[in-house]
């Protein structure tokens, strides 16, 4: 007990010290996830999410919960996402300009079912959930928050645990309506103990406790040749439009500790309380639409994500407040307005092919934030994909599929000023560079 407790007291004092002084080492702090940075399934990898407001897979959990009743058979879906990236920080004064390298390695899985056949009526409720997993599912809690020299981009490094339920019902003449909650963890621990000088430790309490915190996701998608012309035919047969409302969310931890030094720091010894968030999602209106020919589909989406409110968030944050920083250095977002546009094609009931397209305006405003120093561009996304149905099973009831997609980010060059905590200023232009690859495997049911 006490080798242990010794190790917790050591980890706690690295993690202040951390905190408090320069890393050399590279950081991967992350204010996203995996729905946002990149792209649930493979058809969101690989139209760039422009058509997912219109995906009928699990993914709708996230990007439009009323599209889970687009089919009514009901799914068992599992892939795996890999994104690699290089992220770049040029100085002509240093060694190295990669400030980031390590990829995101998710495993997902996800299900969704007609809950309508519990109830004696044949109005169908659709239920969906999926679980994204870091490092192919060893890594429930991915969480990185901390000060940096050298420089951190806002957006990418490891994912947090993404975990999405949600449900649908049709309500008159196409047009469906779906909620669905987005959960993310607020972790606290509080450790007291007694330490000598050698850092042998008595009479020690740790607790530690993990509370969900559940964030609504509202959507509504409206066919309007089924709503305004169900009976014949007329010039709003094939489209679809959608709207959807995600409310902002993000992961916290918060540690208390208090220690009490033999012949050094005297009861009630020394406190120290450590709060912080990461993986911060900020509130976003959607609208999208599409329209589907006979073989073939096009659409759109367009997106406000409300980043200003992510100031406001960093100020009860221990790590990240600049409140003794002058108020023209101060982290600044911007609310931000994404657009997104993506194709699909039957090539023939077997095959299918998609791609698609969006330019995301970076939300951080300011290009100097000493301390923190993060970084983040404008980019460009670009995606391809493919779909394959194998309809010869001979003991499953419905054909088997298999999705894969391919992304690019390409991050626009933009300049920087970093602040270190000598207040010593450098001057560096950020950019990067971002390959996702993305695989899964339908079973309907």
């Known amino acids: 007990m006490a080798s242990t407790s010794r190790f917790s007291v050591r980890a706690l004092t690295l993690a202040v010290a951390a905190i ?26 690989a139209t760039a999410q422009s058509l997912s407001m219109f995906n009928d897979q699990v993914s709708a ?15 068992l879906t599992t892939g795996m996402l890999h994104a690699e990236q290089e992220l770049r920080s040029a100085n002509p004064n240093a060694s190295g300009d990669v400030v980031s390298s390590s990829p995101s390695q998710h495993v997902l899985i996800g299900m969704k079912t007609n809950l309508g056949s519990l109830t004696r009526s044949d109005h169908p409720i659709y239920l ?24 951190q981009f806002l957006q990418y490094g490891k994912e947090p645990l993404f975990l999405n339920i949600g449900g649908a019902t049709p309500i008159w003449r196409g047009i469906s309506v779906g909620a669905s909650a987005r959960i993310t963890l607020e972790a606290t621990a509080n450790l007291n103990a007694v330490s000598t000088l050698g850092g042998e430790t ?3 309490r740790l607790a530690v406790n993990a509370e969900p915190s559940l964030k609504t996701i509202l959507g509504t998608t409206i066919d309007l040749g089924s709503t305004f012309c ?21 992961a916290a931890t918060t540690v208390d500790s208090n220690i009490i030094v033999t ?8 406190s120290l309380a450590v709060s912080t968030i990461d993986s911060f999602q900020p509130e976003t209106f959607g609208f999208g639409a599409q329209y589907k020919g006979e073989n073939w589909r096009i659409g759109g989406s367009i997106e406000q994500q409300n980043w ?8 009860g944050d221990t790590i990240k407040d600049q409140s003794t920083v002058a108020a023209d250095s101060r982290i600044q977002f911007d609310d931000t307005l994404i657009p997104r546009i993506g194709a699909e094609f039957a090539l023939n009931k077997n095959f299918s092919v998609r791609g698609g397209i969006a ?45 894969l997609g391919y992304q690019y980010q390409q991050l626009q060059e933009r300049d920087f000023t970093l602040v270190d905590f000598d207040g010593t200023e450098t001057d560096v232009t950020a950019d990067g560079d971002v390959h996702v690859i993305s695989g899964s495997v339908t079973l309907k049911f």
């Open 20 to 45: 408090s002084t320069t890393l050399s080492m590279s950081a991967s702090a992350s204010m996203g996830n995996i729905g946002t940075t990149y792209g649930v399934m493979p058809i969101d990898v």
């Open 61 to 75: 959990t996230y990007y439009n919960p009323s599209a889970l009743t687009l089919d009514e058979r009901g799914e």
């Open 128 to 151: 969906g959930f999926i679980a994204g997993v870091e490092k192919y599912g060893k890594e429930m809690l991915a969480f990185d928050s901390q000060t940096s020299a050298n420089g």
């Open 202 to 204: 008595s009479r020690e």
């Open 230 to 250: 169900p009976e014949s035919n007329c010039f709003l047969q094939g489209w679809e439009t959608a709207l959807t409302y995600r409310t902002k969310s993000s």
């Open 263 to 270: 012949q050094t720091i005297p009861d009630p010894g020394l």
């Open 308 to 315: 200003s409110e992510l100031s406001k968030e960093f100020a």
């Open 359 to 403: 330019y995301e305006e970076s939300p951080l405003k300011s290009t100097r934030n000493p301390e923190i120093n993060y970084l983040d561009t404008d980019k460009i996304v670009v995606g391809l994909g493919l779909s394959a149905t194998y309809d010869r099973t001979r003991l499953l009831a419905y054909p088997i599929r298999f999705d």
